[in-house]
């Protein structure tokens, strides 16, 4: 009894967090969807606030913006069915929120997993918590600015190269952006899950030197799978990342334990 009793409780706190989460997200694809930036210069400073535009939204600005700053200026953005424009809007509206909302999902993660946390998991758990979010926004920073420009230009530089009109549609484009950006925030957080798995005990410092030829071919695979042409040279700029993180991390881990060596 006392078990079906704490089965029914873990129900219930899962579907309470799940509905915060929840919550959290639709209130902010609703602003996203619902209000547009305006943007005023005080004493030098550009600052912004939001004035009701559900046609001309914050997710159209956002799909303006990566329009502007990743498509390749010999390549057309265009939408071959109605309604298309707005499904991108919707796209993006869902992924920001969900972006937005990650300190409340990691929140409201922690704060379930803790009670099946050893003391020290629960202090390897909260050591992370802020930089996951910092990696998590430099990942989505770097891929923004230097990995998807670099990627589009080079796969259309063949269309342009035998004179060939090219354009992209819309949903293809949002959905190439938003999934690397993804991506990219989550390949960012190798050097942390690395060290979470190293402090918690499921794994000694050791481990990483020893398995490193076997991640480097792990983290080839992955950069070839993600990457949509076969040339062989775009899986790099995932790959070469990741790799660069897990060496970071294996030397963070390192580092670490020799100053408890030290003590």
Same mark, same amino acid.
């Given at each position: ?16 967090? #799940? ?16 209000? &547009? ?29 990566? &329009? ?9 953005? #265009? ?29 409201? /993660? ?9 003391? &020290? ?32 230009? /080079? ?11 090219? /354009?992209?549609?819309?949903?293809? *484009? ?5 999934? /690397? ?6 390949? *960012? ?12 005990? #499921? ?61």
């Amino acid at each position: 009894m006392s078990e079906l009793h704490g089965i029914s409780h873990h129900i219930a706190e899962i579907r309470t967090r #799940i509905t915060r989460i929840a919550i959290a997200v639709i209130v902010i694809i609703v602003i996203i969807l619902t209000f &547009r930036l305006e943007h005023f210069v005080y004493n030098g400073i550009t600052l912004y606030y939001p004035v009701p535009e559900p046609i001309n939204n914050i997710a159209s600005q956002i799909t303006n913006h990566m &329009r502007q700053e990743l498509v390749p200026k010999s390549v057309q953005l #265009i939408q071959t069915a109605p309604g298309q424009a707005f499904y991108a809007q919707m796209y993006v509206a869902s992924i920001t929120g969900v972006v937005i909302s990650m300190p409340i999902i990691i929140r409201e /993660f922690t704060a379930f997993i803790r009670p099946a946390l050893k003391e &020290r998991e629960i202090k390897a758990t909260r050591s992370i918590a802020i930089p996951a979010l910092i990696l998590f926004v430099i990942g989505t920073i770097f891929a923004y600015f230097t990995v998807i420009p670099f990627m589009l230009n /080079f796969l259309y530089q063949y269309g342009q190269a035998s004179g060939l009109v090219t /354009f992209l549609n819309v949903i293809d *484009f949002v959905s190439f952006v938003l999934q /690397f950006l993804l991506a990219f925030g989550v390949a *960012f957080q190798l050097p942390l899950i690395m060290y979470a798995a190293t402090v918690s005990g #499921i794994t000694d410092a050791k481990f990483w030197r020893r398995n490193i030829r076997y991640a480097i071919v792990a983290l080839v695979i992955i950069g070839a799978i993600v990457t949509p042409d076969g040339s062989g040279v775009t899986m790099w700029f995932i790959s070469g990342p990741m790799i660069a993180l897990y060496l970071a991390g294996m030397a963070i881990i390192e580092r670490r334990e020799f100053k408890i060596k030290r003590l």
